[in-house]
Antibody, heavy 124, light 108 residues
Framework: QVPPVQSGPEVKKPGSSVKLSCKAS????????VAWVRQAPGQGLEWMGG????????SYAQNFQDRVTITADESTATSYLDLTSLTSDDTAVYYC?????????????????WGPGTLVTVAS | SYELTQPPSVSVSPGQTATITCSGD??????VSWYQQKPGQAPVLVMY???ERPSGIPERFSGSSSGTTVSLTVSGVQAEDEADYYC???????????FGGGTKLTVL
C-alpha cells in the first residue's frame, strides 16, 4: 500500500488561511474515510476532522469547528484541508490519514495509511 | 470533552515485556487502535479493534481489553520498538476519533 501524497510545506502570516491537499496514490477515496490530524512541535496527535468521501459527510473536532473545512474530490482522489484565521499555535505538521469506519456504540474510525505530513509554519 | 488517559512514559530493558495502558469511560463499548510513531516519521497502525494486528506488524505486539482499560503489550522488546505510542478511540456522542496523550516507550 502506497501512502497518500501530501502538498508541500507552507509558511503563513497570522490571520491568513492555508489549504492543504492529500492525494490517494493509485486508488480511490470512496471506500475509506479520510482524516486530518496535526502535531505541534513536541506534542501529541490532535484530530481536526474527517470526511467520508462516498457520502460527502464530515465530522470536525470541537476545537476546530469554526475554522476548518475538509473536502474531497473523488475524481482526483484528493482530500483538502482548509484552515482559516491562523495563529502561531497552528504551527504544526499536518497529516492526512486513510481509514476505516467501524460501528460499535457509535462510529469509530481507525487509520491504516498515513501521509508523510505537511509542515505549516505561522510566523509574522 | 472525552479523554483517553495514557501513562507519559514506560521504560523496559531489551527482551522484557512492555505494557502500555489506555483508559477511558467509553472503552468498554468502543474499539481502540494503537499507533507507533518514531521521531520525524508519520504514525503507523500497530493494532486495531483492540486486538487485531495489521499485516506486517510483528507478533510481539498484542492487544487486550478489560472494562474501561485497553492495553498494548510488546513482548521481547527490541531497541527498534522505542517510540511514542498513541491509543485512539471514539466517544459515544458522535466524535469518531479521540487520541490519547501518548506514551514514550524507552528501551534501556
Amino acid at each position: 500500500q502506497v501512502p497518500p501524497v501530501q502538498s508541500g510545506p507552507e509558511v503563513k502570516k497570522p490571520g491568513s488561511s492555508v489549504k492543504l491537499s492529500c492525494k490517494a496514490s493509485g486508488g480511490t477515496l470512496s471506500d475509506y474515510v479520510v482524516a486530518w490530524v496535526r502535531q505541534a512541535p513536541g506534542q501529541g496527535l490532535e484530530w481536526m476532522g474527517g470526511i467520508i468521501p462516498l457520502y460527502g459527510s464530515t465530522s470536525y473536532a470541537q476545537n476546530f469547528q469554526d475554522r476548518v473545512t475538509i473536502t474531497a474530490d473523488e475524481s482526483t482522489a484528493t482530500s483538502y484541508l482548509d484552515l482559516t484565521s491562523l495563529t502561531s499555535d497552528d504551527t504544526a505538521v499536518y497529516y492526512c490519514a486513510r481509514g476505516v469506519a467501524l460501528m460499535a456504540a457509535t462510529s469509530v474510525w481507525y487509520f491504516d495509511l498515513w501521509g508523510p505530513g505537511t509542515l505549516v509554519t505561522v510566523a509574522s | 470533552s472525552y479523554e483517553l488517559t495514557q501513562p507519559p512514559s514506560v521504560s523496559v530493558s531489551p527482551g522484557q515485556t512492555a505494557t502500555i495502558t489506555c483508559s477511558g469511560d467509553a472503552l468498554a463499548k468502543q474499539y481502540v487502535s494503537w499507533y507507533q510513531q518514531k521521531p520525524g516519521q508519520a504514525p503507523v497502525l500497530v493494532m486495531y479493534k483492540d486486538t487485531e494486528r495489521p499485516s506486517g506488524i510483528p507478533e510481539r505486539f498484542s492487544g487486550s481489553s478489560s472494562g474501561t482499560t485497553v492495553s498494548l503489550t510488546v513482548s521481547g522488546v527490541q531497541a527498534e520498538d522505542e517510540a511514542d505510542y498513541y491509543c485512539q478511540s471514539a466517544d459515544t456522542i458522535g466524535t469518531p476519533v479521540v487520541f490519547g496523550g501518548g506514551t514514550k516507550l524507552t528501551v534501556l
